[in-house]
């Protein structure tokens, strides 16, 4: 894969919100017909254990590449009750 990463998908404080987004940046040779995808990653952050990471209703999708720049990771809760906190997310695109 020429681009892999971890980020964080912040939803804030709490009460949260039910979706949230982070700019993925940096990536110069990401082409707009690339192949990006995004999902959870079960590694803990100050907020959430990897077994939240696990159980969590939270989908998490790729999209709005700009070509020699990166791509958008969105997250949104499929419970529709509100997330807080920081979610831990692996990238890959091709």
């Known amino acids: 894969m020429p681009g ?5 998908l912040a ?3 709490f009460p949260g919100k039910t979706d ?3 700019a993925v940046t940096g990536q110069t040779g990401i082409v707009a017909g690339s192949l990006v ?3 959870i990653r079960l590694i ?3 907020q959430h254990s ?8 939270l989908e998490i ?8 720049t990166g791509f958008t990771i969105y997250g949104i809760t499929r419970s529709k009750t509100r997330l807080y906190g ?4 692996s990238w890959a695109w091709s």
């Open 37 to 39: 995808e995004a999902w």
């Open 11 to 13: 939803f804030g404080a």
């Open 61 to 68: 999708r790729a999209g709005n590449i700009v070509a020699g």
């Open 50 to 57: 990897a077994d939240e990471h696990l159980v969590e209703e």
């Open 86 to 89: 920081d979610w831990t997310v």
């Open 44 to 46: 803990a952050t100050s």
């Open 20 to 22: 949230a987004t982070i």
């Open 4 to 8: 892999t990463g971890i980020t964080t």
